[in-house]
């Protein structure tokens, strides 16, 4: 992993470029990740703050559906 302008430059395991972030304020959780190749992203939104037990969800949730995403479109 690297990281460019606080965002993580990350590869997925089929080697595409993937921009990610997530955080948090005020009792809302986030996280955004991005594939570059095929202009596809997902956005998750949460009303979990950052001190709840299934916060760690959010990320996993959103690299799930991308990859998901990946699947459905025949890669």
């Known amino acids: 992993m690297k990281i460019g302008l606080a965002w993580h430059l990350l590869k997925s ?3 595409s ?3 990610w972030h997530n955080g948090g304020t005020g009792g809302y ?3 955004m990740v991005v594939n570059v ?3 596809t ?3 998750v939104l949460s009303n979990l703050s ?3 037990p299934k916060t760690k969800n959010i990320d996993k949730l959103c ?3 991308l990859n998901q995403s990946e699947s459905n479109s025949g890669k």
């Open 13 to 15: 395991p089929n080697g």
């Open 17 to 19: 470029d993937l921009i």
């Open 29 to 31: 959780s986030s996280s």
């Open 37 to 39: 190749k095929d202009q």
């Open 41 to 43: 992203a997902v956005i």
């Open 50 to 52: 950052a001190f709840h």
């Open 63 to 65: 690299f799930e559906l």
